[in-house]
């Protein structure tokens, strides 16, 4: 992995470290202040504004809420010097540790200074497999 891969990926890691943490400003911090996400659910933030009210429902409705990803299936694709496409298999654990949910989150990050910020985030989940 090259210096800069290793850069977005930090970028990301420490977003997840937010997240894990229930911490919604650190959270946001690593968003593009004109971030589009379209989450798990369907629900499309527009800003960080908007981006934060959500984060902090769904850490009141799911209090506990962590995500986990793997390294080494992590796809970085750089668009130009200044926009990457970044894909993470990951696991969102509900409270309680189950169900356990995998999908992808899939985001597009532009260079801001020595940080990359997400201006476009999606996340797909699968249906838990049937019993």
């Known amino acids: 992995m090259s210096n800069l891969e290793q850069t977005i990926l930090k970028g990301y ?8 943490d229930g911490n919604v400003k ?7 202040d004109d971030i589009v996400e379209v989450d798990y659910s369907g ?6 504004a908007e981006l934060e009210e959500s984060f902090n429902e769904v ?12 390294n080494e299936n992590i796809s970085i694709r750089m668009l130009t010097p200044e926009l990457s496409v970044i894909r ?3 696991e969102l654990v509900l409270p309680g540790g189950n169900p356990v ?11 801001a200074g ?8 999606h996340m797909k989940l699968y ?5």
């Open 13 to 20: 890691k420490d977003a997840i470290d937010a997240f894990n």
């Open 26 to 32: 650190g959270l946001v911090s690593h968003y593009a």
């Open 43 to 48: 629900v499309v933030c527009n800003g960080k």
């Open 59 to 70: 850490f009141k409705q799911m209090p506990g809420i962590s995500m986990k990803f793997e």
């Open 88 to 90: 993470v298999p990951i």
């Open 101 to 111: 949910l995998k999908g992808n989150h899939i985001l597009i990050n532009k260079k």
């Open 114 to 121: 020595e940080r990359w910020l997400a201006i476009e985030s």
């Open 127 to 131: 249906p838990p497999p049937m019993e």
